[in-house]
Nanobody
């Protein structure tokens, strides 16, 4: 099973930007990769997915503000978050999917990175 390590979280003011990174210990270029987030007291919600060929999909709540990308040579996935809102505050988790294409079949999770957006 691959190890996923997130970084880049922190505290930012509303309207600001952050870039999250997720480094995979093994080759994941054949897998779709994604991000989820979990706010205190709430369920873990899907945020974005990028397929093995680079196609991306986003939750409606982040569409137009967040961009997911990947660098297969570095086994790394990124989440660029712009125009952040207080409701984006959550622990963000990187995920590797079993499939190349969009799905909800996660086989590996990162440990999470905290993102806090102040108003």
């Amino acid at each position: 099973q691959v190890q996923l390590v997130e970084s880049g979280g922190g505290l930012v003011q509303a309207g600001g930007s952050l870039r999250l990174s997720c480094a995979a210990s093994g080759r994941s270029s054949s897998n779709a990769m994604g991000w989820y987030r979990q706010a205190p007291g709430k369920q873990r919600d899907w945020v974005a997915t990028i397929t093995s060929d680079g196609s991306a999909d986003y939750a409606d709540s982040v569409k137009g503000r967040f961009t997911i990308s990947r660098d297969n040579a570095k086994n790394t996935v990124y989440l660029q978050m712009n125009s952040l809102k207080p409701e984006d505050t959550a622990v963000y988790f990187c995920a590797r999917f079993l499939t190349r294409i969009l799905s909800n079949l996660v086989d590996s999770w990162g440990q999470g990175t905290q993102v806090t957006v102040s108003s």
